[in-house]
């Protein structure tokens, strides 16, 4: 996880390849949805079906964790389930489409890096759900050191993109936002679960598309 980051750079970089080679030959809109797709494909949609498996089993579960984490576990979707994949891909594209084409680069780069880093930050000291699952495993395996080398990490490759005063007003936006869906979690099903990483993931990235639409420069 310390290199969750890191990640995050490469993938960000590969969709703003992928962005500057749309955008030569199709209109912003069109390069926009190419990007979003090309990134759906790079992480095999893992996050976002994380989401849709974690807002089927809240709404379904109506507070019983055992009924929730039950739903979360399946992998059928559902009508809220896939009310939130439709909600994710529609407040990406209409994020990115808003941003002057000069900054969607940029913005890409920050989405993918800071999602990665919000998810090391979620697992931090976050008990797993269940005994089996892959939150679990990564909330075990992360100390506060490797946190520390993965938040140095985001900081170099932030830096470089923006301001620092507005990074780390960000940074604060982000670190009290995901630390609510970390209480909100243990309290309803007593910690975190793979699929919860993913959704912080979805809503971390949508944070910082939404921060670049109003306060990044």
Same mark, same amino acid.
């Given at each position: 996880?310390?290199?969750?980051?890191?990640?995050?750079?490469? #993938?960000? #970089?590969?969709?703003?390849?992928?962005?500057?080679?749309?955008?030569?030959?199709?209109?912003?809109?069109?390069?926009? %949805?190419?990007?979003?797709?090309?990134?759906?494909?790079?992480?095999?949609?893992?996050?976002? +079906?994380?989401?849709? +498996?974690?807002? +089927? /089993?809240?709404? /379904?579960?109506? /507070?019983?964790?055992?009924?929730?984490?039950?739903?979360?576990? +399946?992998? =059928?979707?559902?009508?809220?389930?896939?009310?939130? &994949?439709?909600?994710?891909?529609?407040?990406?594209?209409?994020?990115?489409?808003?941003?002057?084409?000069? $900054?969607?680069?940029?913005?890409?780069?920050?989405?993918? @890096?800071? *999602? $990665?880093?919000?998810?090391?930050?979620?697992? %931090?000291?976050?008990?797993?759900? =269940?005994?089996?699952?892959?939150?679990?495993?990564?909330?075990?395996?992360?100390?506060?050191?490797?946190?520390?080398?993965?938040?140095?990490?985001?900081?170099?490759?932030?830096?470089?993109? &923006?301001?620092?005063?507005?990074?780390?007003?960000? &940074?604060?936006?982000?670190? &009290?936002?995901? =630390?609510?869906?970390?209480?909100?979690? =243990?309290?309803?099903?007593? *910690?975190?679960?793979?699929?919860?990483? *993913?959704? @912080?993931?979805?809503?971390?990235?949508?944070?910082?598309?939404?921060?670049?639409?109003?306060? /990044?420069?």
């Amino acid at each position: 996880m310390a290199w969750f980051p890191a990640v995050g750079l490469i #993938l960000g #970089l590969l969709l703003a390849l992928v962005f500057k080679l749309a955008i030569c030959w199709f209109n912003p809109a069109i390069a926009v %949805l190419l990007t979003i797709t090309a990134y759906m494909f790079l992480t095999g949609a893992l996050h976002v +079906d994380g989401l849709s +498996d974690t807002c +089927d /089993g809240l709404y /379904g579960g109506k /507070g019983d964790k055992v009924k929730i984490l039950e739903i979360m576990k +399946d992998s =059928r979707i559902g009508t809220i389930g896939a009310l939130a &994949l439709v909600l994710d891909m529609a407040f990406r594209f209409a994020l990115l489409y808003s941003l002057p084409v000069s $900054r969607i680069p940029a913005s890409l780069i920050l989405m993918a @890096v800071l *999602g $990665r880093w919000g998810q090391v930050w979620f697992c %931090l000291n976050a008990p797993s759900a =269940r005994q089996e699952s892959r939150g679990g495993y990564f909330s075990n395996s992360l100390t506060v050191g490797l946190f520390g080398f993965s938040s140095m990490i985001m900081l170099i490759i932030c830096l470089f993109l &923006l301001k620092p005063i507005s990074l780390a007003l960000l &940074l604060l936006f982000l670190l &009290l936002s995901i =630390r609510i869906a970390k209480g909100y979690f =243990r309290r309803k099903i007593g *910690g975190i679960t793979g699929d919860a990483i *993913g959704a @912080v993931n979805e809503g971390t990235e949508i944070l910082v598309l939404l921060w670049m639409n109003t306060a /990044g420069i």
